[in-house]
Each structure stands twice: as C-alpha cells, then as structure tokens.
C-alpha cells in the first residue's frame, strides 16, 4: 500500500486495455448468469466514479447498477442540515465542518448563505485543524459539526479526545456520524427492493473491517465484494460478485486488499467506541427512520455536545421532501433518476429538491452532471 | 432575501446566471451581447477589456497578484486578436498595507508590461480603512489593436479542431495549496504568463483561428461549455489527450477536483481550421509557453450546445459546467 504511486493508480487502475479486457470476462460471466442481476454500490464514492467513468455503459443488458444512500450528506434530513444554519447564526459561534457540507440546502438555505450572511463558516481538510481556530478565537464557540460514515468518524473521535485531554474550553461538537450495515438491512427488507448483490465501501471498510458485512450472505443471502473507486477496481468486484453467483457461492470477499482486511483499523475503532455510542434512531433522508444507524456522544462528554447545549434553538420535527420526490424508490432499485418528473426541471444540483441530488455523489446529480449516456 | 454567495463568483453556472439576469439584462447592447472576451469597439479595429484581481495568497509560486493584474487583462485583449497597447490601473489599498510590498507588487507589473509592449497610461488610488477590503485589490483596463479579424467565440463549426496550448489546472491547483498551507510538491506553480508573444506568432503564420479563449475561472469545462452554447455545436473531447500534469492530478485526486474546472492564467483553446491543426501545434510546441500543446477534439453536430467527454475505453459523459464554490471533497 505504502509504495502505491499515482502513476500507478492511472497507468495501472485505469488502464483502458485493462478494463477492456474485464469487460470482456464480465459479458462472459453475464451470459453464463443467463437472468438479470440488480447490484447496488452502497458507496456514494462508487456511484461517483461509475457514472463519471460511464462504466455503466459498458455493462452487458443483464447487469444493473442500484445507487446506494451511502452519500453523507444526501442522507441527512433537512432539519438536521437547518441545525447547522442556526448554530452558524449565532453571533458567537464559528461553524467548523467538512467542505462537502458548505453548499447543501437545508430549509433556510445552505451554510454558503449563512457565511453570506455573515456567519462565520469555515471547512476544514482535517478535523484536528478546529484545534487551532478555536486557540485563535478563545472569545468564540467552535463548533465542529461532524459529518460522515465510518471513515470520517475516527478523525472526530481524535478532535473530541485532543479537546477532552488538553481541557479546551471552547470547541463543542454537533454529530451526524452513521455507520453503513444498518440501511443496508433495511432496503433489503423493504418489498420492493431488488437489490441481489452489493458492492462494499472502500473507505468505510478501510476502518471496520469486511466483517461488518457478514450478516449479509448469512441472513439474506446476499453476496458482498467490497472495492475500491477505480474502474479497474469496480469491474474486478463485479466480476467476482458474478463468479460467486455462478459458482453458488455466497460470501464476503475483499477486491480492494490494498486497503481492506477483515479486521480493519482495530486503533480507529478503538477510539470510536471510547467517545461514541449508537442513537436508538436516526432519520436518514429519503429512507426514513432507522434504528441503532448513528451515533452520539457518549453521555459523559453530553457537556461537550452542542445538540444538547443548544437544544431550544434547533427543533427537530421533520421536513420531508417534494411530494413529487422519488428518492426513496431510487435508492431502493425500484426507480430510475430519469423516471423523476422533478429530475433535471425543478429539481437540479444547484437547487436540489431531493437527497439524490445534493452532493456531487448522489446518483441524481451523477447522472444530471455526466449524462446517463448508456 | 436572495443574496450573493461565493458560488456567483465561480466563473461557472451561477456565475453565467448573476451575468445574463443582471448585468445583461439592464446594460444591454449589441456589443457587450458578443460575450466576448474583449469587445471590439471603433469598428472593429479596437478590443477593449477590463479585469479585477483578488488573491490570497498576494504572492504565489510562479506569480503574485501584479503580474496576474497584467497578464489578465492583456491576455483578454491577445484571445480576440489584440495586441494589447494601453492599460489603466486602479487599486484599492487597505490601511496598513506594507509599502515595500507594493512595491514588489508594481515592480512585478511593470515587467510583465514590457511583455506585452503594454504601458499604463492612468490610474486610481484609493485607500481604504482596515477591514474594508482583503489587503489590496486591483483593476486592470486594457485596448488593445486587433491585428487579426474574425475570432469569436459565436462562429465556431463543425470539423473545427480544437487544441490546448498547455497542461491544464496549474494555477488553480497551486492558489489552492496555497490557500490551504498545504505543502505537496515543490514542482507546482501557477502557469501565470502573457500570451500575446504566442499569439503574435501564430498570427504571423496565417492559421486560420476560429475562436481563442484563456481557460482562467471555470478552467477548460467552462470555456468549453460557452463555446458549445454561444455557437450552437457540440464540442467531443478525447479526455486521454488533454496534457494534465501529475502534480494537479494529484491534487485533484487528494480533494476530488476535475482538473477541467481548475483555474488556469496563461494556458488557452484555441479552435481553428481542420487544415490548419498540425501547423498550430507544432508552432505552439516550439514555444515554452505552449510546449504541451495538443489536440484534445473536435466540433460536432452529435448533442448541440454540449461538450462530451470520451474515454479511452470507450465510454462517453458530459462534461459539465462547473458549478458552485471550488470545495475539497472528503467522505
């Protein structure tokens, strides 16, 4: 992993004779499967990079792409987003997030039009740099409002431990953390769902491990091959989801061994577990309620948690939607983004109506930015 | 209340939006309809062009603020045909500013200047009080005498060739680390620099150029995108040709930028006569400032007002206008 170079990742991992010949064994396996096969890429990194790599073109006719929830911040319902607009309104409050969660419109605008109305907003690469806007602004509450699956939330574990440790007394903490598995079992469940096999995150993997998807082949009977975000990758994990099927196996298996073991990042979960614990529910937009699907802090750091410090100022009753909206169905596999009477006319990524559209990695806004050129 | 983000200022969609509802909308008149990157005034025989810079940082691998102030407005002035010939220059000072610094700042724009065969004929001094701007902003106003007729971003047609003068993305990625303190490589800089000295040679080599554009805001997807709007034709390029140098690929896969929308200050497209393509490469490639020159696609008919883009593999997308503020993608 450590010797991997870029130029290895675009001559090796994109090399056009490389998916030409993936392909090739693919339609093989295609033809071999003889019926339809719905795959869904949990990952909002995986939808992403198949549309703007247009690998779906390449599929044979029996292989379909369902675009998973696993868009941080398409999932996060709109009062939650609403939550970061009013604590960045607070004369004195400095927002502190991650840059995906700048531009995404809650009910009263984005965190773009709070910093437009003077409010103090500021992403960061890495959370640990709250540490040093909060030491340049002692007169100011800094609050980091964390965002993300598995893969962001070691990083603000580290922040509330630094936090915790050197005793700072003014950084405070709003938590949207969601783990993966949970919506997983629920578009299973659900009637419609048409979901046969599922393409694993990467990067959520990196940190707990392949093991979190083994309920998937041992209770429903549903196969998981967890990749990596270059082409190459996802067509070499779909390979082998194919091959497992023709094979009748049903199991996890790693293409992005890389990275991914089973085990994963047994450090980063260690220092997850110490701060964090799961919320009874969360509400993830587009799906609905989910139990035991985030976290929050444990309760006794709640003095650190802005959520409860705050909690006259940020409601929580739900926003749903567009009526007209088919988010739900689309990440269910039982509707397409061009089957959307809003998609690409009132709904579009610069004024997104629903969750599909709002980041960049929302299978809406793939196929409105890239085209659905299949 | 609708109020203005960073987002208007992006040189993308939003940016085109604030432009054509406003701006357009109350100063209308046939010449500033052109949407040009330069007007052209007295008959055609003058271009006419004005830019503001804004910068953090003041000063910048590969340039700093001045040069860019000259640079920017000349080489709107030399993408119509123009050689640039007088420039106003105003600048807004906020209190406190070091004043060997703006010394630097104006040495730097006096030799870019000589460049160009330029010279500032008037100009502006405000100071401001402390808060009121970021440091110091600058405005450039340029004529420039166009030397060749018929350039338009309006008139491209199909089998028209279209080439890149250079690696794309520099100046973007470069501001960016900048801005960040993000240290990655020592090998990147801003591709900042005048353009007449190349366009004054491919002048004199009688290519026929159809349309001539500096990918500055927006990068090479927005110059693109107005082409394909502004003409009514469809612009297919060959993704694997266009020159991206492995410092900027790194640095948009680390932050998940395209290198289409990064900003460039001295890398353009040109669009010109299918006869004319190897001639102009091979001119551009004789020179340093265009060494990378290649040809990444054509103008079609396939899906009017859009650009696509195909890959090696044999898939196809669109490439976008970019839209919003430049952000680092993270999960």
Not at chain 1, 299 to 328: M, R, T
Request: net charge negative; charged share 25%.
């Amino acid at each position: 992993m450590s010797s991997l170079s870029l130029r290895e990742l675009y001559e090796g991992f994109r090399d056009p004779r490389t998916i030409r010949a993936l392909v090739k064994k693919i339609e093989i396996e295609a033809d071999k499967l003889g019926r339809d096969i719905h795959i869904m890429e949990v990952c909002g990194g995986h939808t992403h990079s198949i549309v703007k790599h247009g690998l779906h073109q390449l599929m044979p006719q029996n292989i379909h792409f369902i675009h998973g929830p696993g868009c941080p911040v398409c999932v996060l319902p709109k009062e939650r987003i609403d939550h970061a607009y009013r604590l960045a309104m607070q004369s004195d409050v400095i927002l502190v997030t991650l840059g995906d969660m700048i531009k995404v419109p809650g009910s009263k605008g984005s965190l773009q039009d709070a910093r437009a109305q003077g409010a103090d907003v500021r992403y960061v690469y890495s959370p640990l740099d709250t540490l040093r806007i909060a030491k340049e602004n002692p007169d100011k509450k800094v609050i980091f409002f964390a965002i993300g699956f598995e893969t962001t939330t070691p990083m603000t574990a580290a922040l509330v431990g630094h936090v915790i440790n050197e005793k700072i007394d003014n950084i405070f903490f709003h938590i949207n953390h969601i783990t993966v598995p949970e919506p997983m079992k629920v578009l299973l469940d659900a009637k419609r769902s048409k979901i046969d096999a599922f393409i694993g995150p990467s990067h959520v993997s990196v940190i707990s491990g392949a093991k979190i998807y083994k309920v998937f082949p041992e209770a429903y009977h549903t196969p998981v091959v967890v990749c990596g975000f270059e082409p190459v990758d996802i067509l070499e994990g779909i390979l082998m989801l194919l091959k497992q099927r023709n094979d009748n196996r049903c199991e996890v298996e790693i293409e992005y061994t890389r990275s991914v073991t089973p085990e994963g990042n047994l450090v980063a979960q260690k220092l997850i577990d110490t701060f964090f614990e799961k919320r009874n529910h969360f509400r993830w937009r587009g799906i609905g309620d989910i139990a035991q699907s985030a976290l929050q802090l444990r309760e006794e750091f709640a003095y650190l948690d802005a959520e409860k410090i705050y909690s006259d100022l940020l409601p929580n009753h739900q926003i749903d939607d567009h009526k007209q909206c088919i988010c739900g169905e689309i990440l269910m596999g039982a509707a397409n983004p061009c089957e959307c009477k809003l998609f690409g006319n009132a709904c579009t990524p610069s004024s997104p109506l629903g969750s599909c559209m709002v980041s960049s990695e929302g299978a809406c806004a793939a196929y409105y930015r890239y085209g659905n050129m299949r | 209340m609708k109020s203005i983000t960073l987002a208007h200022g992006n040189g993308g969609e939003e940016n085109g939006r604030l432009i054509e509802e406003l701006f357009y909308k109350h100063f209308h008149n046939p010449i500033l309809e052109q949407a040009e990157d330069a007007a052209l005034i007295e008959k055609g025989r003058l271009a006419f062009a004005t830019d503001s810079f804004t910068v953090t940082p003041l000063f910048f691998k590969g340039g700093d603020i001045g040069k860019l102030s000259i640079c920017g407005t000349c080489n709107d002035l030399a993408m119509m045909g123009a050689k640039p010939k007088y420039l106003t220059c105003a600048v807004i000072i906020e209190e406190g500013f070091e004043m060997p610094l703006l010394e630097k700042i104006v040495l730097s724009m006096r030799s870019e200047l000589e460049k160009n065969g330029a010279i500032i004929v008037s100009g502006d001094t405000k100071v401001v009080p402390k808060g009121s701007v970021d440091k110091l902003f600058i405005n450039t106003t340029g004529i420039g005498e166009i030397r060749y007729q018929g350039i338009s971003a309006n008139t491209l047609s199909p089998d028209d060739v279209i080439i890149i003068s250079n690696s794309i993305g520099k100046h973007g990625a470069t501001i960016f680390l900048e801005r960040e303190g993000m240290e990655f490589s020592t090998a990147l800089e801003s591709d900042c620099r005048s353009l007449w000295p190349v366009v004054e040679k491919l002048i004199e080599a009688n290519i026929r150029i159809k349309a001539m554009r500096d990918a500055t805001r927006g990068g090479i997807a927005a110059v693109l995108n107005e082409w394909a709007k502004q003409s009514d034709i469809c612009i297919e390029v060959e993704e694997e040709n266009v020159p991206v140098s492995p410092e900027v690929k790194g640095v948009c896969e680390l932050l998940g930028f395209e290198a289409f929308s990064l900003a460039n200050e001295g890398t353009f497209l040109i669009a010109v006569d299918p006869e004319d393509a190897l001639k102009t490469v091979e001119l551009l490639r004789s020179m340093e400032a265009s060494c990378m020159a290649k040809v990444i696609g054509k103008v079609t008919n396939r899906h009017p007002r859009k650009v696509l883009l195909k890959t090696p593999y044999g898939t196809t997308r669109f490439l976008e206008l970019p839209s919003g503020e430049l952000l680092p993608r993270i999960c």
